[in-house]
């Protein structure tokens, strides 16, 4: 089995990061946009190539998936027999149910699209609240990163007594996971969402951690309006100003203007979407991850 790495354009810097932890060629892909908004993707994948590991983020689903799906089909009528998908982030996953009757479930639909084109997944940190793993809704192999470990060296190199604050319940399973690697106690805010813009949060019990940085994490930064809830519900009980940490870093629109306005010290994310915030890379264990999957079709 020979392999390659090939990027969607935007993912070069991840692409040559896991290129280079794995030591295999990077092919950057190309997309050609035509006066009339079809695309053409045009690649050179290197001769002797069966399987490619194909890098695209999905920060921006519905302008990159025909692109992502075309660059499949045009990898496998070269002739290649095996295509793992690297995506840090992966959109659709917090339409897990149907919120309203007159709607779907886009998580499995988008699942199952991408179950069509490649034989294997890799990313980081999905948002599985409802749909407790990948296998519920993907029909491929797929390995999932856990962020928690580079974010937690992360507070340890950079925040002095830390605490680490979850902004809802959904962000327990990352908050709790990366206080126990920073050796930091953790608390989580409760959160209500009555629309995309508008959000509540309180915090329980201010007092235990006047003496501690707070840091707030989160697995999604989109419209930013949970975290800067939250950093106005930590400052309303004069706690110091927090730093904010997302593993994915959507930032919608003016969100990170807001969130420096708000009171932030620092925003911080991963290198899964890329952002002037990134400051946490995780190529590493994605390569690992990857490389565990192509031992898996050896
Ligand atoms: C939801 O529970 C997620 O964990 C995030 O808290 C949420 O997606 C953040 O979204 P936004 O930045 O739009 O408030």
């Known amino acids: 089995m020979s392999s390659a790495v090939i990027s969607m354009p935007g993912n070069a810097a991840f692409a040559r990061g896991v ?10 892909a190309n997309v050609h946009s035509f006066p009339d908004a079809e695309t053409v993707v045009r690649v050179s994948a290197p001769p002797g190539i069966d399987t490619a590991l194909v890098a695209c983020t999905l920060c921006r689903p519905n302008e990159l998936v025909v692109p992502l799906i075309f660059l499949g089909d045009t990898l496998r009528d070269r002739g290649l027999q ?47 609240h409802r749909i407790p793993e990948l296998s519920r809704v993907f029909q491929i ?11 937690a060296a992360w507070i340890r ?3 002095s007594r830390p605490v680490l604050v979850g902004p809802d ?27 995309d813009y508008d959000v509540s949060v309180s915090l329980p019990d201010a007092k235990s951690w006047r003496s501690r940085t707070p840091v707030l994490v989160d697995d999604i930064i989109s419209t930013a309006v949970t975290m800067e809830a939250a950093i106005r519900a930590i400052l309303a009980v004069d706690l110091p100003a927090p730093v904010c940490i997302g593993v994915h870093g959507i930032f919608a629109g003016d969100a990170l203007a807001r969130l420096h306005s708000a009171g932030a010290s620092r925003i911080i994310t991963c290198n899964s979407v890329v952002h002037e ?22």
Request: aromatic share 8%; proline share 7%; net charge neutral.
């Open 19 to 28: 290129a280079a932890e794995l030591k295999l060629p990077l092919v950057e």
């Open 82 to 128: 095996k295509l793992i998908l690297i995506a840090p982030y992966l959109a659709y996953m917090r339409q897990d149910k149907q919120f309203r009757p007159d709607e779907g479930i886009s998580a499995r639909y988008f699942a199952a699209l991408l179950s069509r084109y490649f034989d294997a997944l890799v990313t980081v940190d999905p948002h599985l």
């Open 141 to 151: 192999p797929s390995r999932v990163v856990h962020a928690a470990p580079a974010i």
């Open 157 to 159: 190199a950079n925040v």
């Open 169 to 195: 319940a959904e962000s327990r399973q990352w908050v709790s996971d990366v206080a126990q690697l920073a050796g930091a106690p953790f608390t989580v805010l409760q959160k209500v969402r009555e629309g």
């Open 277 to 298: 915030s990134n400051g946490i890379d995780l190529c590493g264990p994605v390569a690992e991850a990857a490389l565990q999957l192509l031992q898996g079709f050896a």
